[in-house]
């Protein structure tokens, strides 16, 4: 990717992400940096994940390497969360409709996304600022999702169009019997 550059100084690994220094974490150094962890979370290698003090984790979550995570705005990843490789989640947006600057102005819009229980984003999926992705929802790969998303739904496409519903009388069913995937660590 273009916009990352790494650089190593001594015994340190620096990424610059737009010309901006980015200090890479081992996992042991970056949980404790979110605002809320659940267990069992496993960030994976080569993620660029900005302002993890606005981000809560719930329980049994796998974000997968390669995430590009900008939480300037406040994140909130439910239980049971899966996320394939090269997810990225932006939760602010330029101010591009500006009477006085373009193509944007200083001022940054913050806006929240909120991830809710057992839901799974196929790889490249791109979700961007002020979205809500409703329980047990399944985001295809290589979607780009510009819209709220409903409890259950199946959606793909570039914008995020919704294909088809779980079995939504299942779903509860697995629910309630706590029948969720556990990820192996090793």
Excluded at 151 to 170: D, E, F, S, T
Aim: glycine content about 10%; hydrophobic content about 40%; overall charge positive.
């Amino acid at each position: 990717m273009l916009f990352l550059k790494k650089i190593k100084k001594g015994n340190k690994r620096i990424i610059y992400f737009y010309g901006f220094p980015i200090f890479h974490y081992s996992k042991k150094e970056l949980l404790p940096k979110f605002k809320k962890v659940g267990t069992g979370v496993d960030v994976q290698k080569n993620c660029c994940i900005f302002h993890p003090e606005n981000i809560e984790i719930g329980n049994n979550v796998r974000i997968a390497t390669g995430a590009l995570i900008e939480a300037m705005g406040k994140l909130i990843i439910g239980n049971n969360v899966i996320f394939g490789p090269d997810v990225t989640i932006w939760t602010a947006n330029h101010n591009y409709d500006t009477p006085d600057l373009l193509p944007y102005d200083e001022k940054v819009i913050y806006r929240p996304v909120k991830i809710e229980d057992n839901v799974w984003i196929g790889g490249k999926a791109i979700i961007l600022p002020g979205i809500t992705i409703h329980e047990g929802a399944v985001i295809g790969m290589g979607a780009v999702v510009t819209k709220d998303i409903p409890q259950g739904a199946v959606v793909g496409g570039n914008p995020a169009k919704i294909l088809k519903y779980r079995n939504l009388k299942q779903y509860e069913k697995l629910k309630q019997q706590q029948s969720f995937y556990i990820f192996s660590k090793k």
